[in-house]
Every structure is written in structure tokens, then in C-alpha cells.
């Protein structure tokens, strides 16, 4: 069965820092990889997508991916208050999904 | 509004009853995925469907549960005999044509389903 694991936190961070957030996945196989936030009530939004290993940048995000590790992660820099969510990351081409590290960035 | 749209947002049946939930996909999309959260739960994938084909119904439970994309309309999931189990928010997804690992899906509003 194929997992993908995530802290559940919260993982607080106060405004202005970088803010971590990691995922183990176990289909070695896997060839995509996104990162979603939910706001509390709300559904999934897209934020990033990764495919290859390295980093990807997109404004303040940046995914980064290692294969050999099955480890994916997104870091969210100068982080505000309105980041705060649960964050979901999402393996494969019918993505699994893992329980979302819920993140609180506070003033 | 082009994006993924679900109905009803909520929804209230009694145990016993009937739901049906309905997604129509983002223009130009033609394959949709419906998927269940719980209550401090993360997103369970249940079926994929293109037109007129279910793909990937791996995640549905074996009974009770029934999903359709038909060649006109929206997509629909089906829960015959509630239980108070079922409540949850139900969400549909798209993306579009060609397949591959490219494929990105956007989400719908969901809907929510309390069985009383």
C-alpha cells in the first residue's frame, strides 16, 4: 500500500521566518509530486508540483525533491500570517495523499 | 466561473436515505476524481472516472457507493443507505486530457455530508 507521511505539527513559526514542512513517501516508483494548502472548511489549492530532483522555486515557495531519500519538502519563506494552514502533500499520478501538517505563523 | 464546481455544498440525510453529489469538471477537462475526507483526516482517494469509463475505482467501498461521468452532465456519486460513517466532505477533482505525469488536478468546493 503506498503511504505518504507527514507531521501532523502544528508547526508554528513566528512572521517573517521560514517555515519547513517535510513528507516521506513509500512508491519508490513515484514520479509525481505536489504540495496543496487547505484553510480550515476550505478544499485543496494547488501550490507546487515537482517532478524531478532539486528544487523548484515559485515566489516565496520552494519544493525540493530527492528521489534516493523519497523525501519531498516545501519551504515557505518570509512567512505571514495568511499562510497559516494545513498543508498536504501528494504522491503519484492518482496522487496519495498524506494527513497534512497543519502550519501556524504567528505576529 | 471556470473552475470545478460541486452541489449541493451541504447536504443533510437521515440514515437510510439517498445522496447524491454532483461535480462538473473545469472547461476543457475530462477526467475527474472524487475523493472523501473525514474529520481530521487526510483526502482518501475513491474513483477516477473519464467519460462514460471508470478508470481507477480502487478506493470506493464495495457496497453502497456508485459513481458515474456520463457523455452530457456533470459527474455524479451516488451513496445509497447512509450511514452515520458516511459524513464527511466529499471532494471532486479534475484535470485535463492526455494523461501523463503531468496531469495537475484542481479541486472543487467540496461537499458536505452530515447523516443524522
Known amino acids: 500500500q503506498k503511504e505518504v507521511e507527514q507531521n501532523s505539527g502544528p508547526l508554528s513559526v513566528p512572521e517573517g521566518a521560514i517555515a519547513s514542512l517535510n513528507c516521506t513517501y513509500s512508491?519508490?516508483?513515484?514520479?509525481?509530486f505536489f504540495w496543496y494548502r487547505q484553510y480550515s472548511g476550505k478544499s485543496p489549492e494547488l501550490i507546487m508540483s515537482?517532478?524531478?530532483?532539486g528544487d523548484k522555486e515559485d515566489g516565496r515557495f520552494t519544493a525540493q525533491l530527492n528521489k534516493a531519500s523519497q523525501y519531498v519538502s516545501l519551504l515557505i519563506r518570509d512567512s505571514q500570517p495568511s499562510d497559516s494552514a494545513t498543508y498536504l502533500c501528494?504522491?503519484?499520478?492518482?496522487?496519495?495523499f498524506g494527513r497534512g501538517t497543519s502550519l501556524i505563523v504567528h505576529p | 466561473n471556470a473552475g470545478v464546481m460541486q452541489n449541493p455544498r451541504h447536504l443533510v440525510r437521515r440514515r437510510g436515505q439517498e445522496a447524491r453529489l454532483r461535480c462538473s469538471p473545469m472547461?476543457?477537462?475530462?477526467?475527474v476524481y472524487w475523493y472523501r475526507q473525514l474529520p481530521e483526516e487526510g483526502l482518501k482517494f475513491m474513483v477516477y472516472?473519464?467519460?462514460?469509463?471508470?478508470?481507477?475505482e480502487s478506493g470506493m467501498p464495495k457496497e453502497r457507493f456508485s459513481a458515474e461521468f456520463p457523455k452530457e452532465g456533470p459527474s455524479i456519486l451516488r451513496i445509497q443507505q447512509v450511514v452515520r460513517g458516511d459524513s464527511a466532505a466529499y471532494f471532486c477533482?479534475?484535470?485535463?486530457?492526455?494523461?501523463?505525469?503531468?496531469?495537475?488536478?484542481?479541486f472543487g468546493p467540496g461537499t458536505r455530508l452530515t447523516v443524522l
Open positions: 477533482a479534475s484535470s485535463p486530457p492526455g494523461g501523463g505525469r503531468t496531469d495537475t488536478q484542481y
Open positions: 512508491d519508490r516508483g513515484s514520479q509525481s
Open positions: 515537482i517532478y524531478s530532483n
Open positions: 501528494a504522491v503519484g499520478y492518482i496522487p496519495t
Open positions: 472547461k476543457g477537462h475530462s477526467h
Open positions: 472516472l473519464q467519460k462514460e469509463n471508470i478508470i481507477d
